[in-house]
């Protein structure tokens, strides 16, 4: 019993800084919650360029001290802050980017309906965690959708999962796997021997949150205009990875990934989806019902199980 009281504590922790962050989360985004996170990724990835060296031997076994190395840091936090942690929960959770994702995922859907590129590379650049474009219009509706489905499946749904578990240093373990996992991919050859253990770990630790993920965003589909649930379902069903963005390639028919700007570079990145890559106005605006369904269904149910 007291275990369920403690995770309903901690949901409820997590409701009041979503709260917080539905009305003020554009100034606690820009102030806080963005930097901190670009810090801490910015930081991960140097990490791991400066350690990716020597035989592939040594580079797994300096993954996996790393990922080590970065876990410990969550631990001691929770320990030291110990039941003003709880605080600090709410602070994170402030940060979640409710708003934010909200305002500027339907500003992109208008800046697309006027054909406003300045517009839309604001919008770009305001939800992607790294300065980040697209060469064109259609790749930056892609970005910003594959963007919103990330933090959605990841942010939320696998921050809360994890906070309500095990309090801040689950939230905390979470969110550096996840980026340790983002830049340690171990499907690049650069990245293949020391992204290893960060890579398996967290598909480990996001076998529930990414089930969940895809429940909300199957079922959000059914209310969707033209959208395609049991496509979205099928696609759930094939596929061992990344299961929301395929849901939402799916549901929508469209296909996601293509080519990226990053640092003044262009890359390409895999493609995810059969349908059509020219994203327009119409399907920018259908994601942001799906995810916007998907939101605040998810947050019923965490306001749901506090009241249990």
């Not at 504590?9 to 709260?19: E, R």
């Not at 039941?83 to 940060?95: C, E, Q, R």
């Not at 690049?188 to 529930?208: C, S």
Request: with cysteine; aromatic share 12%.
């Amino acid at each position: 019993m007291q275990i369920i009281a403690d995770m309903q504590f901690h949901l409820l922790v997590l409701v009041v800084g979503y709260m917080f962050s539905a009305f003020m989360g554009i100034p606690l985004r820009f102030y806080f919650g963005l930097p901190l996170r670009r810090k801490i990724h910015a930081r991960v990835h140097r990490m791991g360029k400066k350690l990716n060296q020597r035989s592939i031997a040594t580079r797994v076994w300096r993954g996996l001290v790393v990922v080590i190395l970065l876990l410990i840091p969550c631990f001691i936090t929770d320990w030291v802050l110990g039941s003003a942690g709880f605080f600090a929960g709410i602070i994170i959770a402030m940060s979640a980017d409710i708003q934010p994702s909200l305002w500027h995922g339907w500003a992109a859907v208008g800046a697309a309906k006027g054909q406003n590129e300045a517009r839309l590379t604001l919008a770009v650049s305001k939800l992607a965690l790294e300065p980040q474009s697209a060469p064109d219009h259609h790749g930056k509706l892609r970005l910003i959708i594959l963007t919103l489905t990330h933090h959605f499946s990841m942010t939320l749904v696998g921050g809360a999962f994890w906070f309500g578990l095990l309090g801040l240093k689950g939230l905390l373990g979470y969110y550096v796997l996840a980026t340790a996992a983002h830049y340690f991919r171990e499907s690049e050859e650069e990245w293949k021997a020391f992204g290893w253990a960060a890579t398996r770990l967290f598909t480990l630790v996001d076998i529930v949150p990414s089930l969940i993920a895809a429940l909300f965003l199957i079922v959000a589909s059914i209310f969707v205009p033209k959208a395609k649930p049991f496509a979205a379902l099928k696609a759930f069903l094939s596929v061992s990875s990344e299961h929301h963005v395929h849901i939402v390639a799916a549901a929508l028919s469209i296909s996601l990934g293509g080519p990226r700007i990053i640092n003044g570079t262009t890359l390409q990145t895999p493609w995810i989806g059969t349908g059509t890559a020219q994203i327009e106005a119409d399907s920018m605006a259908r994601f942001m019902v799906l995810f916007s369904i998907a939101l605040f269904g998810f947050l019923t149910l965490l306001l749901f199980l506090t009241t249990l």
